[in-house]
């Protein structure tokens, strides 16, 4: 079992035309079932003059409307606790997982038990692609809990037949002591925690080639596949780095890169990815960027039919080096809509301002984006805060470097503040980027 490359090759390797075949079929099934049992779905279609019978294949699915999040908290809050969404009965249901979000009152997901075996095998073969294998010892930082990603990655280790190290997103120190003694060979946590300890791992002189950690899979916020991050990671902490992506409403790790580091993989057998133009609601064509609509085909208790994530991505079906036939985004998240800044006309992502900052040997990891007011003609500020490393560094052509920089990729010029190492906070959960400081009108 350890040489074997795939951990479901039979699907793994599936054509695209038996894939597509099995996304029809599977789609049928649920959107039966969802017409059949959800008063929520059976409004939405009605609405829209669609019937079951009308959706065959997954091209008929465009005419479907979307989900969106505010649309399932306002269900929830009409019909508390869970919405008219919920298809499975109360006695297959066994896990609750709310999402973590920072605004507004968290969207109530379940998992039945089937939703628990299928998210465990889909976990199990994105951690087997990018090398967890049997044996491994698994360090967890991701968060345990209500957040989906700390029970997933546990649940899929014990699958592969991992030693796990339980530790969650907490305790830089003990992180590092485990990863000394017995010596995790995994890592899971979100990319700032990554960088995080790996700023303890320099503090307290430990060389990464002491430890035996030699891969880390990072999520719960995007960055990993930013080159500039991805490097200082795999040099902090001497490993291969892996993207991870997972949503509450949707499923946690069911979209990581395999070991060729070419995009996210999508389980597509369970898992319907549609890239849509959000201005002309139509399919992207392949390669072009977008907001990713998830479907869910095998999920039974709170299945999503086209779930709006407002997380921007490019996808390929292209067959990937490794072999894998299921497409790929490529460049994993390009940013999330509700991350979205908006100064003088231009918009642009705190991922931007990442790739940029994370390329100078000279600043911290840390990078913050302020939005304020100026005082006397009232008009928005942009300030981009980051770390120098020393102290005594000319601070001043460090900002107009960095400056040229930043319009060049953002395409409006931010104010830059560049602060001494340490001055801002760090995370063991995710990063939050934007700051905005505004008095709100
Ligand atoms: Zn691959």
Same mark, same amino acid.
């Given at each position: 079992m350890h040489q074997r490359k795939f951990y479901h090759p039979e699907i793994e390797k599936l054509n695209r035309k038996a894939i597509r075949e099995l996304q029809n079929e599977r789609l049928r099934w649920q959107i039966r079932r969802c017409l059949a049992k959800s008063e929520f779905y059976q409004e939405k279609f009605r609405k829209a003059g669609i019937q079951a019978s009308h959706i065959k294949t997954v091209e008929d699915l465009l005419h479907v409307p979307v989900v969106t999040k505010q649309e399932l908290r306002e269900e929830q809050l009409k019909h508390p606790p869970f919405g008219r969404y919920t298809v499975a009965p109360k006695e297959k249901w066994r896990e609750l997982h709310p999402s973590t979000g920072t605004t507004g009152t968290p969207v109530n997901t379940i998992w039945s038990a089937k939703d628990v075996e299928n998210i465990t095998e889909v976990t199990a073969r994105t951690m087997w692609s990018f090398g967890v294998r049997p044996g491994d010892i698994v360090q967890n930082g991701f968060s345990y809990g209500l957040w989906v990603a700390g029970m997933s990655t546990h649940y899929a280790a014990g699958r592969i037949g991992c030693f796990v190290i339980p530790i969650g997103a907490s305790m830089t120190g003990r992180q590092i002591d485990y990863m000394l003694n017995p010596g995790s060979t995994v890592l899971f946590c979100t990319p700032s925690f990554a960088l995080h300890i790996a700023e303890n791992l320099r503090e307290r002189g430990i060389s990464p080639e002491q430890l035996p950690l030699r891969r @880390? $899979?990072?999520?719960?916020?995007?960055?990993?596949?930013?080159?500039?991050? /991805?490097?200082?990671?795999?040099?902090?902490?001497?490993?291969?780095?892996?993207?991870?992506?997972?949503?509450? !409403? =949707?499923?946690?790790?069911?979209?990581?890169? $395999?070991?060729?580091?070419?995009? %996210?993989?999508?389980? !597509?057998?369970?898992?319907? =990815?549609?890239? =849509?133009?959000?201005?002309? %609601? &139509?399919? $992207?064509?392949?390669? &072009?960027?977008?907001?990713?609509?998830?479907? *869910? %085909?095998?999920?039974?208790?709170?299945?999503? =039919?086209?779930?709006?994530?407002?997380?921007?991505? /490019?996808?390929?079906?292209?067959? $990937?080096?490794? @072999?894998?036939? *299921?497409g790929r985004s490529v460049g994993g998240i390009l940013g999330r809509a509700d991350d979205m800044v908006i100064y003088r006309g231009a918009k642009f992502y705190p991922i931007q301002v990442e790739k940029i900052v994370r390329g100078y040997r000279e600043l911290g990891d840390e990078f913050l984006i302020e939005l304020t007011k100026d005082e006397k003609t009232y008009a928005d500020v942009c300030t981009v805060v980051c770390e120098c490393l020393s102290s005594d560094m000319d601070k001043s052509a460090l900002e107009q470097r960095l400056r040229k920089e930043l319009r060049e990729e953002l395409l409006v010029s931010p104010e830059i503040r560049v602060e001494n190492f340490g001055t801002l906070e760090r995370t063991t959960f995710k990063a939050k980027r934007i700051l905005d400081k505004r008095p709100k009108a």
């Amino acid at each position: 079992m350890h040489q074997r490359k795939f951990y479901h090759p039979e699907i793994e390797k599936l054509n695209r035309k038996a894939i597509r075949e099995l996304q029809n079929e599977r789609l049928r099934w649920q959107i039966r079932r969802c017409l059949a049992k959800s008063e929520f779905y059976q409004e939405k279609f009605r609405k829209a003059g669609i019937q079951a019978s009308h959706i065959k294949t997954v091209e008929d699915l465009l005419h479907v409307p979307v989900v969106t999040k505010q649309e399932l908290r306002e269900e929830q809050l009409k019909h508390p606790p869970f919405g008219r969404y919920t298809v499975a009965p109360k006695e297959k249901w066994r896990e609750l997982h709310p999402s973590t979000g920072t605004t507004g009152t968290p969207v109530n997901t379940i998992w039945s038990a089937k939703d628990v075996e299928n998210i465990t095998e889909v976990t199990a073969r994105t951690m087997w692609s990018f090398g967890v294998r049997p044996g491994d010892i698994v360090q967890n930082g991701f968060s345990y809990g209500l957040w989906v990603a700390g029970m997933s990655t546990h649940y899929a280790a014990g699958r592969i037949g991992c030693f796990v190290i339980p530790i969650g997103a907490s305790m830089t120190g003990r992180q590092i002591d485990y990863m000394l003694n017995p010596g995790s060979t995994v890592l899971f946590c979100t990319p700032s925690f990554a960088l995080h300890i790996a700023e303890n791992l320099r503090e307290r002189g430990i060389s990464p080639e002491q430890l035996p950690l030699r891969r @880390g $899979c990072f999520g719960g916020e995007g960055g990993t596949e930013t080159e500039a991050t /991805r490097k200082k990671i795999e040099e902090g902490l001497g490993i291969d780095a892996y993207d991870y992506f997972g949503l509450a !409403e =949707i499923a946690p790790t069911f979209a990581s890169e $395999c070991t060729e580091k070419s995009g %996210l993989h999508w389980a !597509e057998d369970h898992y319907l =990815i549609e890239v =849509i133009n959000p201005d002309t %609601l &139509e399919r $992207c064509a392949e390669g &072009e960027m977008g907001v990713l609509v998830i479907t *869910h %085909l095998t999920r039974e208790a709170t299945p999503m =039919i086209r779930y709006w994530t407002n997380d921007y991505a /490019r996808y390929e079906a292209g067959k $990937c080096a490794c @072999g894998r036939t *299921h497409g790929r985004s490529v460049g994993g998240i390009l940013g999330r809509a509700d991350d979205m800044v908006i100064y003088r006309g231009a918009k642009f992502y705190p991922i931007q301002v990442e790739k940029i900052v994370r390329g100078y040997r000279e600043l911290g990891d840390e990078f913050l984006i302020e939005l304020t007011k100026d005082e006397k003609t009232y008009a928005d500020v942009c300030t981009v805060v980051c770390e120098c490393l020393s102290s005594d560094m000319d601070k001043s052509a460090l900002e107009q470097r960095l400056r040229k920089e930043l319009r060049e990729e953002l395409l409006v010029s931010p104010e830059i503040r560049v602060e001494n190492f340490g001055t801002l906070e760090r995370t063991t959960f995710k990063a939050k980027r934007i700051l905005d400081k505004r008095p709100k009108a």
